[in-house]
């Protein structure tokens, strides 16, 4: 079953430097937590349909998977995927406010099978809310520096 974990900021940088900066694979690992290698797989490197070969680091698992910018809108909206059904996704939505640009971050994800399972989803859940919130923390001291 997919879930999904929200996680919200407001940032005080302006949509098109946040878009910018989550547009750009090179600086995926700002947002993408535990991510030690994105390579792309061909030589689209931005829009929708880019796709890139990952290397993860979850916890003591290291976890090859193809992401894949599976939504876009300049300046508004980006949604990078890892490929399969069982993939997550994040989804980065940006308003303009005064004060800077309010990101929405949606993160959907696969809930565990198995017997085990209601007896860990709390702990995937809040892990995943706590990577959600980590990745709107890094981006805003990203672009802070820049």
Not at 82 to 93: I, M, Y
Not at 111 to 116: D, E, L, S, Y
Request: aromatic content about 6%; proline content about 3%.
């Amino acid at each position: 079953m997919k879930k999904t974990v929200q996680a919200r900021a407001t940032i005080a940088a302006s949509a098109a430097t946040l878009f910018e900066c989550l547009a750009d694979y090179k600086r995926a690992d700002v947002f993408i937590e535990g991510l030690e290698q994105l390579t792309p797989v061909a030589a689209q490197t931005t829009g929708e349909d880019a796709q890139f070969e990952a290397v993860l680091k979850v916890g003591a698992y290291t976890l090859r998977t193809t992401i894949v910018i599976t939504s876009l809108q300049p300046g508004r909206s980006i949604t990078w995927s890892s490929a399969g059904d069982d993939g997550q996704s994040l989804t980065f939505e940006l308003s303009p406010e005064r004060s800077g640009t309010t990101v929405n971050l949606t993160v959907t994800y696969q809930q565990p099978g198995g017997v085990g399972a209601a007896l860990i989803a709390p702990f995937v859940e809040h892990t995943i809310q706590h990577r959600a919130t980590g990745a709107l923390e890094r981006l805003r001291e990203h672009v802070s520096r820049a």
